[in-house]
């Protein structure tokens, strides 16, 4: 089956008695015609990417334009001195999502997640976590499958680019994917699992992309950092049994419509938001000085 | 789009259009010259141009040249890399009328002089699109096996063709036919679900009627054989 609603996927799960993970891994099967094995592996890949990228950051790296690199590391060594306000879990996830993100923009590798400018958001939450819960490999795997079937909902439904929908449609739907899958990972109901889903989403609704001199680096990197912790807050209210007023396919359904909205000068074009301020505008100025030879 | 464009691809940073997409179109380039590029122009389009170096699109246009692929941790060094393997390359930005906003055009040339000229867009994600190649329209992604016949505009040609590949077992996804005046020369664009092996591409090359083959084999996936799932 293709992942056009998420209704449609817990219709699905009431059907055959499998679990999210189970259906989005049986879609991706039929899909691409690979066995679950073929599946599973490349899924494999796709985790053992972001925590290599993970485990090589040292925080030494600067984007081409130096407005990026290094904050994950400081942010790191803040948490680890036991000064976070946010406490150990949550403080952790903000030094990953940092890392994750400046890893993007100082061009080493990472996994687009859904895009690469919000790809700090879901390994964010999952990396720290693997320190503070039992949690096997394969329990990672169903967590990315039920991110990645999130995100398959989204892209089909409202679209996860910033160009066609702001932030809202990269950062927001990273978040989303995220929230959606620590709920899945506490072993949380389908319902939980949507209720997480559509606060994520609603939480950053109308969300600009307005990227300094159009590069993802201000404010994309911090931007992962709201994503990350937007997710957590999503999946513990969902946990603890808050529920979202809006059913979540109407929840994505709005975020496509807001997105249609917004002006193109805040649809990635860098003429807009951040992007327009004076500092914004100096520092395109500056990149785009005669190339060098 | 299926769940790995989601989560994925696992590239380069820090765009999957403009860095990703662009390695993409770079390999492209090289596997459809056939050999190892000596010398590369390339004409960068809209906001390939505009943003074009602070996302690394030059590095890694370069870097697909050499054969790189997205994910690549040699992309960021791509101009030294380039030095080393006796690429030449010139980067200028170009006006194309009604072209995708991250489009680029790349004249290359190779050791033995043979010369190739593609237009390509990087419309997402990392997918590419190849719109002209040389100076004949085309549309095809890299996403299936893709062959590129350069034949005769004359009857019987096509058929044979195709009657080649349905006896090997070949499926045809999508096939195109483009030519440039009548009578003159076509390109044939066949995008095919199966590899083509290169003994069948040249015997496809010797073919009357047939001017030249070009075969771009889709980029492999992981070798995941010895995968056993209850290990995780
Ligand atoms: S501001 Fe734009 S480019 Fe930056 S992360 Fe958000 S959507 Fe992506």
Redesign the interface.
């Known amino acids: 089956m293709s992942l056009d609603s998420m209704s449609q996927i817990f219709e699905e799960m009431e059907r055959s008695g499998l679990q999210f993970w189970e259906v989005v891994l049986a879609s991706d099967m039929e899909e691409r015609q690979v066995t679950r094995a073929e599946s599973i592996a490349k899924m494999l890949t796709v985790w053992r990417a972001m925590q290599d990228a993970a485990d090589s950051y040292t925080g030494r790296s600067r984007s081409v334009s130096g407005l990026v690199g290094g904050d994950g590391m400081k942010m790191r060594q803040y948490s680890i001195r036991g000064q976070a306000m946010s406490g150990g879990y949550v403080s952790e996830v903000i030094a990953e999502a940092l890392s994750m993100a400046e890893s993007n923009a100082c061009m080493r590798r990472i996994v687009a997640a859904p895009t690469a400018g919000a790809c700090g958001v879901l390994p964010a939450v999952l990396l720290p976590l693997c320190k503070y819960e039992e949690l096997t490999q394969h329990q990672i795997l169903e967590a990315l499958y039920v991110a990645s079937g999130i995100g398959s909902v989204i892209a089909y439904r409202a679209g996860i680019s910033g160009a066609a929908g702001g932030c809202q449609a990269e950062i927001g739907s990273a978040a989303a994917m995220a929230a959606g899958a620590l709920v899945a990972l506490r072993r949380g109901t389908k319902e939980q699992i949507g209720h997480a889903v559509a606060m994520a989403l609603k939480n950053l609704m109308g969300l600009a992309c307005d990227p300094v001199a159009g590069l993802v680096e201000v404010p994309c990197v911090k931007r992962n950092v709201i994503g990350a912790v937007d997710a957590v807050s999503a999946a513990d209210m969902a946990l603890a049994g808050v529920e979202s007023r809006i059913p979540v396919d109407e929840v994505i359904d709005a975020m496509g419509e807001v997105g249609r909205r917004l002006p193109v000068e805040l649809r990635e074009t860098a003429l807009g938001g951040l992007a327009a301020t004076p500092t914004g505008r100096a520092v395109k100025k500056r990149l785009h000085g005669p190339r060098p030879e | 789009?299926?769940?790995?464009?989601?989560?994925?691809?696992?590239?380069?940073?820090?765009?999957?259009s403009h860095?990703?997409g662009a390695a993409r179109i770079g390999a492209m380039a090289r596997t459809l010259l056939g050999e190892e590029p000596a010398e590369a122009k390339l004409h960068l389009h809209g906001?390939f141009a505009?943003?074009g170096?602070?996302?690394?699109t030059d590095?890694a246009l370069v870097a697909g040249l050499l054969g790189m692929k997205p994910?690549d941790?040699r992309?960021?060094n791509a101009f030294a890399e380039a030095e080393k393997a006796g690429l030449s390359y010139a980067?200028d930005t170009v006006d194309l009328r009604d072209a995708h906003p991250n489009t680029v055009v790349i004249e290359v040339t190779g050791r033995s002089g043979r010369t190739l000229e593609l237009q390509a867009s990087s419309v997402?994600?990392?997918r590419i699109l190849v719109t002209k190649v040389d100076g004949v329209d085309v549309g095809f992604t890299g996403e299936y096996n893709t062959l590129i016949i350069r034949n005769q505009d004359e009857n019987g040609v096509v058929a044979a063709v195709t009657t080649i590949l349905n006896q090997l077992r070949i499926n045809v996804a999508n096939m195109s036919l483009c030519r440039s005046r009548r009578g003159g020369s076509a390109l044939m664009v066949i995008e095919t679900d199966q590899h083509i092996k290169p003994h069948q591409v040249s015997f496809m090359s010797d073919l009357e009627g047939i001017l030249s083959v070009i075969y771009y084999d889709k980029e492999e996936?992981?070798d995941?054989s010895g995968?056993?799932?209850s290990n995780?």
Do not use: C, K, Q, Y
Request: charged share 20%.
């Open positions: 789009m299926n769940i790995f464009d989601i989560l994925g691809p696992v590239m380069v940073g820090p765009s999957s860095t990703a906001s505009e943003s170096p602070g996302h690394g590095r994910d941790l992309i960021p980067f997402g994600g990392g996936e992981d995941v995968f056993d799932e995780l």
